[in-house]
Each structure stands twice: as structure tokens, then as C-alpha cells.
């Protein structure tokens, strides 16, 4: 009953913002860009790191000519364990045309069968390449590239935890944008002696398609308060209700899906607490939905997987 109203009296299509609003480019990245091209001469291998629940639409599309050239070429579909396992297959095989090397992972899981890979196959893949201006060197080098807050630095950690059995070596943390500039040499393995250079996240300049720029800051590639939560958490509804995923009912404890991103927020709020004590018109304390917090929950679940195993490409794959 629920997939039928939500086919029939909801959105089916989600009304656009303005482009620029969806747009993020700082400085450092800029710079970070330049600070990698200038570094591959010193790399054997290039992985790139991106977020498995958003694996075409979310790419930096310029990699392949800015990075890539000669170098073996690894693509990293990361949070993999956030997707249902049936999508894997379906999303190798359209990406099969564009890399020939794609890995699964889950980066916080030390014992992933894709972060057993990544190190294996790089080698193999050094080993046969020519390794040009490096051929006499006695070290090897692998740059992690992405968009932000894929899980880069994660990649690293866990790369040097498994093959190294050292500590953590690059910052980790929630909002995109931690890693400023391209690292010094972090050390991954003593025999072979392997290094590997975490790099900040490079995000396309300009984002032509709004829904990308919304599943962009759906998974956090983007800072929430440029594009505003509560838009965000909007897009995430339109979204689920579209995809017929309506799992979020039972989590959020609604009797039924609903559309209106304002009665759902409301509804969060007044579950959860989260008000706000402001003066009315009449200098008299009153009592209000505390609307930001309540997207940014929501938002919240959707980013841990509460809120089900979702693909947000999932309509891109049909």
C-alpha cells in the first residue's frame, strides 16, 4: 500500500536549486591538484577512492586525464558494506569500460577481502609495468586520490595497520576536507619497501547536474550548511520515496511515508527532543521544532546506514 500512495501522490520530480549552490572548490584543492601532478613522476601506482553509494554520478570525471596517463590505475569503491551486495556486479560491469582493476571495500573492516587486494594487486600491476624514470629504484610509491571524504586517509591507515602493523598515519575525520596538501612518504610496508601519498580531496570544479551535486552532499563530499540541511534532507526523502525505500518509516517511527519534508522534520523533532525556546511577537517564550537538527539526524541515519542499504546511483544502473 505504502509503494502505491507514495507512486501516485508524490513527487516524481525534485524541484532544482540553483547549481552554484552546489558547488565546492577551495583553495587547497586547487593547490593539491597542481602539488599531485608535479609528484607523478615520483608514483608506481595510482588508487582511486570513491564512495561505493554514489559510483557514477559522483566521480571527478577530469582523474582519467589529469592522473591516470601511464600509471597502473586502481578504482576503490569505498563503504561498499553501505550498498546491497546484488548492485556489486551490475556496477563492474558498467564501470568495466572505464577501469579495468575495481575493488570493493569497507575501510573500517581490517579483515574486507577488498583491502586484502589492494596491496597484492598493486604489486602485481607495478611489477608488470615499465615503472619508466623509476625503474632504478628500489622503493615503490602508490598515490591515493578521490573526492573528499571517501575514506582515503582510512584507506591509508588501514593499508599501514595490515601490512606495517603500525598506527594510524593521516587524519581522519567526518567532514570532507581534512587532508589540506599532498603528505610526505607514509611508509606501508618495509619488504617490499612500499610508501604511499595521501592527497586532499579534488572535487570537479563545477558541477553541471544538480541531483550529482545532491548525492554528492548526500554522502558528505560536500559540507552540509553550503548547500543547507534542510534541502538536503529533502532531496534524501524525494529520493527514497522515488526509489520506493521507505524503510525510513519504521526507523523514524512514522504510521506512514510521507512527502512533506516539514511535518517529517517536525515529526523528528518532537520525537527526539530537539526544540528550540525563542521569543514570539509578544516577547513571550514559545517552543519550535528545531528544524536543522532534526535534518541533520536524518541525515545522520542515512550516513550510518539506519535508514537501509542504499544506492544512490541505483536509478543510473537500469
Given amino acids: 500500500m505504502a509503494g502505491k500512495i507514495a507512486t501516485e501522490t508524490f513527487r516524481s520530480t525534485f524541484k532544482t536549486i540553483d547549481k552554484d549552490v552546489v558547488r565546492w572548490f577551495p583553495g587547497h584543492m586547487g593547490r593539491g591538484l597542481k602539488q599531485m601532478q608535479q609528484k607523478l613522476r615520483s608514483v608506481d601506482c595510482i588508487v582511486e577512492v570513491h564512495d561505493a553509494r554514489i559510483p557514477l554520478s559522483g566521480r571527478n570525471s577530469d582523474f582519467k586525464y589529469t ?36 575493488l570493493f571495500t569497507n575501510c573500517k573492516n581490517q579483515k574486507c577481502r577488498g583491502v586484502k587486494q589492494i596491496f597484492p594487486l598493486a604489486q602485481e600491476l607495478i611489477n608488470k609495468s615499465n615503472r619508466y624514470n623509476r625503474s632504478n629504484e628500489e622503493d615503490y610509491n602508490i598515490m591515493i586520490i578521490g573526492v573528499p571524504n571517501v575514506g582515503k586517509s582510512s584507506l591509508v591507515n588501514a593499508l599501514r595497520i595490515r601490512h606495517l602493523k603500525k598506527g594510524k598515519a593521516s587524519h581522519v575525520g567526518a567532514s570532507p576536507g581534512i587532508t589540506k596538501s599532498v603528505l610526505h612518504k607514509i611508509k ?38 553550503l548547500v543547507g540541511e534542510k534541502i538536503v534532507a529533502d532531496y534524501l526523502l524525494y529520493w527514497l520515496n522515488r526509489q520506493q525505500h521507505f524503510e525510513y518509516v519504521n526507523y523514524l517511527k512514522l504510521d506512514n511515508p510521507t512527502d512533506n519534508i516539514l511535518q517529517l522534520l517536525t515529526h523528528i523533532s518532537k520525537q527526539n527532543g530537539k526544540t528550540l525556546k525563542m521569543k514570539d511577537y509578544l516577547n513571550q517564550y514559545i517552543i519550535r521544532p528545531d528544524l536543522d537538527s532534526a535534518a541533520k539526524y536524518m541525515l545522520k541515519a542515512f550516513r550510518n546506514g539506519d535508514l537501509g542499504k542504499i544506492l544512490l546511483d541505483e536509478d543510473l544502473l537500469e
Fill in 188 to 225: 606501508m610496508c618495509e619488504n617490499p619497501l612500499f610508501y604511499m601519498l595521501d592527497t586532499p580531496g579534488i572535487l570537479t570544479p563545477n558541477i553541471n547536474n544538480v541531483e550529482s551535486g545532491l548525492k554528492l552532499t548526500l554522502c558528505a563530499t560536500i559540507q552540509d550548511h
Fill in 67 to 102: 592522473m591516470s596517463g601511464i600509471k597502473p590505475h586502481i578504482l576503490v569503491l569505498n563503504k561498499a558494506d553501505l550498498i546491497e551486495n546484488k548492485f556489486i556486479d551490475r556496477i563492474t560491469n558498467v564501470l568495466s569500460n572505464e577501469y579495468e582493476h575495481i
